[in-house]
């Protein structure tokens, strides 16, 4: 049984640019959640894909946006980079829908940092 | 809206010792799960323990258990004959079924030889 990834580990960006960061969910789970970890802080929830369809969008703006594929990988995107963005962005896949344990498993996370 | 509150900034404890990490959370629901993840330093999340709201029996995984009192909304987590392993960030987190978690702002465990 695969684990989640996530790519890259570390990116360093220059305010204004955009970013995508990937996600690829552990083998038989359809839902994938975005979660941003700044320094200190707990997790907070970005959004959730499931079945390819958003599911659920936290507190954050529309600069940031994700995909998932039939293989249910994601994508997160953000545009316009702020400096406040800098921080840990983490993955975490589940098996949604039906009699499920609701159970999320994480990835290692991104590392992102800008300047 | 759903919060969760982790009071304990740090926390102590030597080895083979037992500690507790106190949770306490917010919500009008009936139905929903907690969590206890722990962090270490190679920052990947991992799942340490479990508890369905619906059920009275406080959930166990080897040396780690919870104490779950509903009509309180707390939710402490006990870990047993601690290891140097043990030692990482610990976070609370609530989830109302398949969506989003909300998590506190975690304890930092120290254990100590």
């Known amino acids: 049984e695969t684990g989640v990834t996530q790519s890259p580990t570390h990116l360093i960006k220059t305010r204004g640019q955009q970013v995508t960061l990937r996600c690829s969910s552990q083998?038989?789970?359809?839902?994938v959640s975005w979660y941003q970890q700044a320094l200190g802080q707990g997790p907070q929830f970005i959004f959730q894909?499931?079945?390819?369809?958003?599911?659920g969008r936290g507190n954050f703006p529309p600069r940031f946006s994700g995909l998932q594929f039939p293989n249910y990988s994601s994508e997160l995107n953000v545009n316009a980079l702020e400096l406040d963005d800098s921080a840990l962005y983490l993955c975490a896949s589940s098996q949604g829908g039906g009699d499920s344990s609701y159970e999320q498993y994480f990835g290692p996370g991104t590392r992102l940092t800008v300047t | 809206a759903q919060t969760v509150t982790q009071s304990q900034p740090e926390m102590s404890v030597q080895e083979a010792e037992t500690v507790t990490l106190s949770c306490t959370y917010d919500?009008?629901?009936?139905?929903?799960?907690l969590f206890w993840y722990k962090q270490p330093p190679s920052r990947q999340m991992i799942l340490v323990i479990r508890?369905?709201?619906?059920?009275?029996q406080n959930a166990t995984e080897n040396r780690f258990s919870v104490n779950f009192q509903k009509a309180a909304k707390s939710f402490s987590l006990k870990i047993s004959d601690s290891q140097l392993g043990d030692a990482a960030m610990y976070f609370c987190a609530y989830s109302r079924f398949a969506d989003k978690l909300i998590f506190g702002t975690g304890t930092r465990l120290q254990v100590f030889p």
């Open positions: 508890q369905e709201a619906y059920k009275q």
């Open positions: 894909y499931y079945r390819e369809e958003e599911n």
């Open positions: 919500t009008s629901e009936s139905d929903y799960y």
């Open positions: 083998s038989g789970h359809n839902t």
